[in-house]
């Protein structure tokens, strides 16, 4: 299977404590990016990376959350000191750079429950 | 305030007929339109997409509109099928930000 990956799954976690995610992309796609999914709302953009650089930060990424992608190939999204508003379904996609194609193709997600 | 609108929740079809999903944008920046779909406990799944320099896209049993003038896309899907059932989500990118905006989506359920 060549498609994005996202582990965990599902994620349980008491408030105050850390999370980290982590997102395998379609191994030719040289953007990476992070959304959040809410229940009856589409996909938030937070951030993307071009390789190892991330080019852009939505509003919505607080201070608490820091994402990187060290070697321009897998990325993680960790989230410091949750809340119970950090409840969401967190998606990963991948692309290749515009003029190639702007199609970003989805992970599965990473569903966090914070109690 | 929300600049990619699906006013439809949800929308019911009888097999083999035409499904029709709406989406109307605010911001004239938006260039580059894409419809996904998106099954229970699984990420969207890209469909079709189109530039706005079209006004049409073909690909198989789908059918992306665009009309600028009224910042309004459609999707239509014919003929309709049971794993067509899911909710549909339309999306823009544009004005030098590549963060795809995405619309609340619309449950199609199509009826045997």
């Known amino acids: 299977d060549t498609g994005v990956s996202q582990n965990p799954r599902h994620k349980i976690t008491k408030r105050g404590q850390n999370v980290t995610f982590r997102c395998d992309p379609i191994?030719?796609?040289?953007?990476l990016y992070w959304y959040r999914q809410t229940l009856g709302q589409g996909p938030e953009f937070l951030t993307y990376?071009?390789?190892?650089?991330?080019?852009?930060k939505s509003r919505l990424l607080s201070d608490r959350f820091s994402a990187e992608r060290p070697k321009g190939s897998f990325s993680t999204l960790e989230i410091q000191r949750t809340e119970q508003g950090d409840s969401a379904m967190y998606l990963c996609?991948?692309?290749?750079?515009?003029?190639?194609?702007?199609?970003?193709?989805f992970g599965p997600g990473t569903r966090l429950t914070v109690t | 305030d929300q600049q990619v609108k699906q006013n439809s929740p949800s929308l019911s079809v009888q097999e083999g007929r035409i499904s029709i999903l709406n989406c109307d944008y605010t911001?004239?920046?938006?260039?580059?339109f894409l419809w996904y779909k998106k099954y229970p406990a699984e990420g969207p799944t890209f469909l079709i997409s189109?530039?706005?320099?079209?006004d049409k896209n073909e690909d198989g049993r789908f059918t992306v509109f665009l009309n600028k003038s009224a910042k309004h896309l459609s999707l239509h899907i014919v003929p309709s099928q049971p794993g067509d059932s899911a909710v549909y989500f339309c999306?823009?990118?544009?004005?030098?930000?590549?963060?795809?905006?995405f619309g609340k989506g619309t449950h199609l359920i199509i009826q045997p």
């Open positions: 996609a991948s692309s290749l750079a515009p003029g190639q194609g702007y199609e970003q193709y």
């Open positions: 191994s030719e796609h040289n953007r």
């Open positions: 990376f071009q390789n190892e650089a991330q080019l852009e």
């Open positions: 189109i530039s706005s320099i079209k």
């Open positions: 999306a823009a990118s544009g004005e030098g930000a590549d963060g795809l905006t």
């Open positions: 911001n004239s920046m938006f260039d580059y």
